[in-house]
């Protein structure tokens, strides 16, 4: 006790000194918008290279399982192509169809890879973070999937990193329908479990049965149409019993989640313009 003592008697100043200097500092961000834009780009840079710096240590003792995984993804990503190439071909054969030159194969959008270097699970809006950032083309709005379906919307970005609003966000809502129909819905998490979540607003006579996939309806300029959500695990009533009420096993599995594709260009100019300009009109 007599050390304590004596130690804070001979570095209280240095000590008061520190303390005015943080709570200085704290002000200066708080009520000031630039250094404070400044302090969390600065602070988003430090702790996205932090989270990377451990993802990389935890990755290296997984190259095996990841390999795997990547395996699994290039093997899903042939047979895809060889579907497509028997459509187009089926397509090229019809005499009512356009010559092969005349058929458009190339996709409206393109994709980022990007890794996962951060993410919390368990909180009421949980939050991840990837290695990619505005240099990579990115901005805020970017629908970002997985090999297994939808994981979230880019919600901010720096030069080098981005954070993203995922499905296991109270605050995310995706415009999702019932696969080879056209009844659609909102998806919303609601916290606890991390790889489930709901879709309302199925009116009550769709046909819809356990194990239905649930994907994007393409109504967003976010997400094209097609893209997998997840599976119906069971079929419950919303609370007004006006429509259904559907529990939904995600295909992403978030505990394991690592690479990840943020789609860059889907979103057309022509079609935005439009529509902001019918919502401006409106609103006169």
Not at 170 to 180: M, V
Request: glycine share 8%.
């Amino acid at each position: 006790m007599r050390n304590l003592i004596e130690f804070l008697q001979r570095y209280l100043y240095w000590l008061v000194f520190l303390v005015l200097e943080v709570v200085s500092l704290l002000s200066l961000i708080r009520y000031n918008s630039y250094q404070g834009s400044v302090a969390f780009s600065t602070a988003n840079e430090a702790i996205g290279s932090a989270y990377k710096l451990g993802s990389d240590v935890v990755a290296y003792f997984h190259l095996g399982e990841e390999n795997a995984k990547l395996e699994a993804e290039n093997e899903q990503l042939r047979r895809q192509l060889h579907d497509r190439e028997q459509q187009l071909r089926a397509l090229t054969t019809r005499p009512d169809t356009l010559p092969v030159a005349e058929v458009e194969t190339e996709s409206d959008y393109r994709f980022v890879q990007a890794q996962v270097v951060g993410m919390t699970l368990h909180r009421s809006n949980n939050l991840m973070t990837i290695d990619r950032g505005s240099s990579d083309g990115l901005r805020p709005e970017m629908g970002v999937v997985s090999s297994s379906g939808v994981v979230g919307i880019v919600y901010l970005t720096s030069a080098h990193y981005s954070i993203v609003i995922p499905l296991l966000n109270q605050r995310s809502q995706i415009s999702c329908r019932l696969r080879g129909s056209e009844y659609f819905g909102t998806m919303q998490w609601e916290r606890g479990d991390a790889d489930v979540s709901y879709v309302n607003g199925i009116p009550r006579h769709a046909k819809v049965k356990k194990g239905d996939w649930v994907e994007t309806n393409g109504y967003s300029d976010i997400f094209p149409e097609g893209i997998p959500v997840g599976r119906v695990q069971k079929i419950g009533d919303s609370a007004d019993g006006m429509a259904y009420r559907l529990t939904v096993k995600l295909g992403a599995d978030f505990k394991t989640l690592r690479n990840v594709s943020v789609i860059t260009n889907y979103t057309k100019p022509e079609r935005r313009q439009l529509e902001e300009r019918a919502d401006s009109l409106m609103n006169l």
